[in-house]
């Protein structure tokens, strides 16, 4: 994936009318209709203060998707804003009409404007192949003559050609992209060896098939797999991993079983497995041996202790290390200890051997903050989907379009 584009930093801002669009997803209390937390408004709020304070700044960003209970108009989105800036922010319940027009052409520099859900407008969820496309669509037409500059900043979306994500005739890359893109370009381009790659959570087929890009590019010293990733290498080989995990993995693993089983082969010595994993017992963990899963036939929630301590020293071993998932069901308390752990690890591998730790948002990044150490690793990635696909050697339609559309 080549990495070419024009920063935000690269032209002058002050006095300038800019539209910013960002990620600012939210999770959202359906029933009060209140956001619970927003990570990535309060990363947003920094940069606003930074680099944006002497522009007029119009923020477009989506929450979910139609059809979702949490899908909504971005008021709420815009008093967390103004409650984290410290400074008033005006919102329209609109987002390339009249009613926004006449409030862009007002706003002045060191305000900010928020417009409605993007997704609101039935032309954005598309996939632009053709990016012309995207360009003709009446909201980019409408709205791209009303500012100076257009910033995409929304990461956790770069792997979507959605409209507002490819459309704009110029763009460059705001602070959050381009603060991503500095960190994944070290691990595309030339990592510092031995380089691991600790792989857990949703998506295994797509996880696999990312090690596997890494391998055949001899990118890749150690892959530690745990979670689905795992149960789909183990249920391939032959080995019943039990009902409850296997349901979870049946159609990845009929599609793919014999590509799983030739890497598998090919690179076995360096594909780290689970020797022991943990199922949740009368609300208590218990350990059992790999070849336990079916018997017991639960979901493994969790590695083993003997598995932390085979993972833990490989991470120790390494310079490079990228975190793509949690290797437990983090969300439950009972399987969050082997996430924690691998952590802890990733934290001393950055202190004491100035290794490049990065971690893919979503636990993980939970993981990290929670423990009070999201500082203490080199990076966190707020874009799961995205960061996979760059893994993978895709070249993402957010990154195509900075490419092509530069100034």
Not at 91 to 113: C, R, S, T, W
Not at 148 to 163: K, L
Not at 352 to 376: C, F, P, Q, R, Y
Not at 384 to 392: D, H, K, N, Q, T
Request: aromatic share 6%; hydrophobic share 40%; glycine share 6%.
């Amino acid at each position: 994936m080549k990495i070419d584009y024009t920063s935000y930093k690269d032209v002058d801002l002050k006095g300038k009318k800019v539209l910013i669009r960002v990620d600012i997803n939210s999770n959202i209390d359906v029933d009060k209709m209140e956001i619970r937390d927003s990570p990535r408004i309060r990363a947003l709020v920094p940069a606003l203060n930074e680099n944006f304070k002497d522009s007029a700044v119009i923020i477009m960003a989506h929450q979910s998707r139609p059809g979702d209970k949490d899908f909504t108009d971005l008021d709420i989105h815009a008093r967390e804003i103004e409650k984290e800036l410290g400074r008033p922010v005006k919102f329209v319940k609109d987002i390339y009409g009249n009613e926004a027009i006449q409030a862009i052409k007002a706003l002045k520099p060191g305000e900010v404007l928020v417009l409605n859900n993007v997704r609101k407008f039935e032309g954005e969820m598309k996939e632009y192949k053709n990016f012309s496309d995207a360009e003709n669509t009446e909201m980019i037409k409408t709205l791209f003559p009303l500012v100076d500059y257009v910033i995409v900043d929304a990461f956790g979306a770069a792997h979507r050609a959605n409209a507002s994500i490819v459309g704009w005739p110029k763009m460059l890359a705001g602070p959050i992209t381009a603060k991503e893109l500095f960190a994944l370009k070290k691990i595309m381009d030339e990592p510092e060896k031995p380089m691991a790659m600790l792989i857990g959570g949703a998506k295994a087929i797509d996880k696999f098939k990312a090690m596997k890009f890494n391998f055949d590019n001899d990118k890749l010293d150690y892959a530690l797999c745990s979670g689905l990733t795992a149960v789909l290498i183990f249920e391939a080989l032959g080995k019943p991993m039990g009902e409850p995990n296997h349901k979870i993995i049946a159609k990845d693993l009929e599609e793919n079983k014999d590509m799983i089983r030739e890497t598998y082969k090919k690179y076995k010595d360096r594909i780290i497995l689970p020797e022991d994993l943990i199922i949740e017992e009368n609300g208590k963990r218990k350990t059992i041996s790999v070849d336990e899963a079916a018997k017991f036939n639960k979901t493994t929630g969790d590695i083993g202790p003997k598995t932390v301590k085979d993972f833990k020293k490989i991470i120790m071993d390494c310079k490079t290390i990228v975190a793509n998932g949690p290797p437990g069901i983090f969300e439950q308390e009972v399987f969050r200890e082997g996430t924690n752990e691998m952590v802890d690890a990733m934290v001393k591998a950055t202190k004491k051997n100035h290794a490049l730790t990065v971690i893919g948002g979503g636990e993980m990044g939970a993981a990290a903050s929670m423990a009070g150490k999201a500082d203490d690793v080199s990076f966190i990635s707020t874009a799961g989907g995205a960061m996979l696909e760059i893994l993978s050697g895709k070249d993402l339609p957010m990154i195509k379009a900075l490419r092509e559309k530069k100034l």
